[in-house]
């Protein structure tokens, strides 16, 4: 059982590049999310999905954008990406909307924008 | 005021030890409360998870909730080597879901 997928874990970016994160659940949620996870800040919310065909805005949503492409799979994406971008990336998922005991992460993705 | 607080440590104690770790909350509306393990280079993985103000136990694990304080504890006995992670307490509530900053903690054999 895969659970939340992943990819890419680790990448470097130039500053102003994009790229796109991929996210898949096999676990029938309807809810899934991208963290992002910095020292000393805990995990904020960059964007979420509460059931398939929606998104919102989270915490922290500017210079990124997302698609819920099915009910497994939820991107992220940096048109143009920023240092202030270097992070570590959870995507999650869950039965319901901020459902606490029903979350699940990712194992993270290590990206770097020099 | 931040709506959650919780001290980042680091926290480092010797293996056996009794640990405590600790978080501070502002809104009202949370009614859920839970204790998250993130290991080096994993993502958090729920370890407790409660919903009224007093003790919850699991093998040498303790979540304390004090809704009147608004103030939640997790509690480690006989700590172990494996242990040593970073811990987030998270808040669920009106639709939100909050995490502390986590607390890291080693423990040391």
Aim: glycine content about 8%.
């Amino acid at each position: 059982n895969a659970g939340v997928t992943q990819t890419p874990k680790f990448q470097v970016l130039k500053t102003g590049q994009s790229m796109t994160l991929q996210c898949a659940q096999d676990m029938n949620h309807n809810s899934m999310y991208w963290y992002r996870q910095d020292p000393g800040m805990g995990l904020r919310l960059i964007y979420y999905s509460a059931s398939e065909g929606t998104t919102d805005k989270g915490e922290v949503p500017n210079g990124y954008n997302v698609s819920r492409l099915n009910k497994r799979e939820f991107s992220l994406r940096l048109e143009s990406a920023a240092p202030s971008q270097t992070s570590v990336y959870f995507c999650a998922s869950s039965e319901a909307p901020a459902s606490g005991n029903t979350i699940y992460f990712g194992e993270g993705s290590w990206l770097t924008v020099v | 005021q931040k709506e959650v607080e919780q001290d980042p440590g680091p926290l480092s104690v010797p293996e056996g030890a009794i640990v405590s770790l600790n978080c501070t909350y502002s809104n009202s509306a949370f009614q859920y409360f839970m204790w998250y393990r993130q290991y080096s280079r994993k993502g958090p993985e729920l370890l407790m998870y409660t919903y009224s103000s007093g003790n919850k136990e699991d093998g040498r694990f303790t979540a304390q909730v004090d809704k009147s304080s608004k103030y939640i504890s997790l509690f480690i006995r006989d700590s172990q080597p494996s242990d040593s992670a970073t811990y987030l307490c998270a808040f669920q509530g009106a639709q939100k879901l909050v995490f502390g900053q986590g607390t890291r903690l080693t423990i040391n054999p």
